[in-house]
């Protein structure tokens, strides 16, 4: 039976699409990884297409687009034959973020280590408490060091809250996911593929 990780922030802009593919590929070396997006954006779909003409296309992930209140049906179909499901929901706390929460084993916040969104993020966060779901919080495009961001994760412990380990602000990262691939697929992941690394095996352990 798959485990569903739901990848929501009701702020536009803070690389949920792009996180979840490059934890598709990541957990899609070793694992059947599906994706299903219900963005109407429908990025993620797009690079799943750009990913089904890619020769170096490695790991077992599977992109699915769906409207969000087909999301159940979706889900039923492909827990049994995949090992990991990634949702990537609107930047919008609407019915199918709320159906996407309510799916998942655990809800993935990703943020931009500033103020503002983790203020965004209050509503997603209220919400999976309310169904009781497990919550996690990752910083995207994040400095390597900076005064803000060491006051936000003080910040954001003192809450409780989990903060699994950073993205860089990388161009390796939109490189690959221009190619329709993921930075564990590259020839020399760099350090974008060890932060990679390092969030996919916080990810694995829990």
Do not use: Y
Request: charged share 25%; proline share 5%; with cysteine.
């Amino acid at each position: 039976m798959a485990i569903v990780i739901a990848i929501a922030q009701q702020k536009g802009g803070a690389g949920k699409t792009m996180l979840a593919a490059q934890l598709a590929v990541w957990f899609g070396m070793e694992r059947r990884v599906a994706c299903i997006d219900i963005d109407p954006q429908g990025s993620l779909t797009a690079w799943g297409l750009l990913r089904a003409d890619q020769a170096r296309a490695r790991a077992d992930v599977t992109v699915q687009s769906v409207t969000g209140w087909r999301l159940s049906r979706a889900l039923d179909q492909v827990r049994a034959s995949h090992e990991i499901v990634l949702i990537d929901t609107p930047p919008v706390l609407d019915g199918d973020q709320a159906r996407a929460i309510r799916e998942a084993d655990l809800v993935l916040v990703p943020l931009n280590p500033s103020p503002p969104d983790l203020l965004a993020a209050e509503a997603t966060l209220k919400r999976a408490a309310e169904e009781r779901r497990r919550v996690a919080l990752v910083f995207n495009r994040a400095p390597a060091a900076s005064r803000l961001r060491r006051r936000l994760e003080v910040e954001i412990g003192a809450r409780g809250l989990l903060l699994l380990p950073a993205l860089g602000n990388r161009m390796a990262f939109a490189m690959s996911f221009a190619e329709g691939l993921g930075v564990a697929e590259a020839a020399k992941p760099g350090l974008a593929g060890e932060e990679c690394a390092a969030l996919g095996a916080a990810l694995r352990d829990l």
